[in-house]
């Protein structure tokens, strides 16, 4: 079955970096798009960067463009989310997230467009 397994999160400071990394096992990794999202307590699950299947195509959300990078290594079914200049207002539990397609579009926002999802790691930034 497939499996998204989630980790590199923590408690880091203001202006610190992360680097999350999510391995997937029991898929075609390289057929599919792939995409992170973030959940802050209380909050709805928000779209935070997506990556098509050769990594070709990005898109991120307006909150973290220049500050995150979205990258995958298809030979180690891996996909990842560089963190830098880390915020309190980035503090949430990460998941990523097989997308249904192996694109990157207009849709990419939506949860509904990904069928997969790990159990997330959590991510904490103090001021």
């Known amino acids: 079955q497939v499996q998204l397994v989630e980790s590199g999160g923590g408690l880091v400071q203001a202006g610190d970096s992360l680097r999350l990394s999510c391995a997937a096992s029991?898929?075609?990794?390289?057929?599919?798009?792939m995409g992170w999202f973030r959940q802050a307590p209380g909050k709805e699950r928000d779209f935070v960067a997506a990556?098509?299947?050769?990594?070709?195509?990005?898109h991120y959300a307006n909150s973290v463009k220049g500050r995150f990078t979205i990258s995958r290594d298809n030979t180690k079914n891996t996909v990842y989310l560089q963190m830098n200049n880390l915020q309190p207002v980035d503090t949430a539990v990460y998941y990523c997230?097989?997308?249904?397609?192996?694109?990157?579009?207009?849709?990419?926002?939506?949860?509904?467009?990904?069928?997969?999802w790990g159990q997330g790691t959590q991510v904490t930034v103090s001021s």
């Open positions: 029991g898929l075609p990794f390289s057929t599919y798009a």
């Open positions: 990556i098509s299947r050769r990594g070709v195509s990005i």
């Open positions: 997230a097989k997308n249904r397609g192996n694109g990157v579009g207009a849709g990419d926002q939506m949860l509904s467009e990904y069928d997969y």
